[in-house]
């Protein structure tokens, strides 16, 4: 599905709360899986939850948790780092990067998680296109916040006092250092 065609789908259940449209099954454990809003969200739409780099044919689908007015109250998490570590520690440039084209166009949705799961909602959503010069702003403060989520894992690596790299944080966006089950260690060339 291309990302234009989800965007239609999406339309339905903006500014609808939760309990409108989700049955009690959907409704448990988004408060604890902060990942499954994202998930249903993609059924919702037509798309299946895969590992695809991608959600669209063309783009990436992101949700973000939100205050009634659409403004952030968390960086919004990109990706597991497991198979890109090296990618992220030597600093390739941000262009070259799996991160960057996966969300070079993406379809931003503002999910309000106010109140308790039933009364959350779908707020108006954002195509991003980050080729695009009325998002060169946003570009520049992504690529800063690539850089600066390098430099964080690199000091994690060498510094940290209990040995292990942690979610790094730019303004917007943030890089997990989590795996999905079965776990796997994340292994660094670099390093070693």
Do not use: A
Not at 1 to 26: A, W
Request: charge should be neutral.
């Amino acid at each position: 599905m291309k990302l234009q065609e989800g965007m239609e789908r999406l339309k339905p259940y903006i500014g609808r709360r939760f309990e409108t449209f989700l049955t009690e099954e959907q409704l448990s454990n988004l408060r604890r899986n902060k990942g499954r809003v994202g998930q249903i969200l993609e059924l919702l739409i037509g798309l299946k939850n895969t590992s695809n780099s991608i959600d669209f044919e063309d783009g990436e689908l992101k949700t973000n948790k939100c205050n009634i007015s659409g403004n952030p109250r968390e960086t919004m998490f990109i990706t597991q780092i497991s198979t890109h570590i090296d990618e992220i520690l030597t600093k390739k440039t941000f262009n070259d990067t799996y991160i960057y084209n996966k969300i070079k166009n993406l379809l931003y949705v503002p999910v309000c998680k106010d109140g308790d799961e039933s009364s959350w909602m779908f707020l108006p959503f954002i195509h991003v296109d980050l080729t695009m010069d009325k998002y060169k702003k946003l570009y520049y403060q992504l690529e800063e916040d690539y850089y600066s989520i390098s430099k964080q894992l690199n000091d994690h690596i060498l510094n940290s006092k209990d040995g292990f790299i942690h979610t790094s944080n730019g303004k917007f966006i943030q890089i997990r250092s989590k795996d999905s089950k079965p776990y796997f260690p994340i292994y660094s060339d670099v390093y070693n």
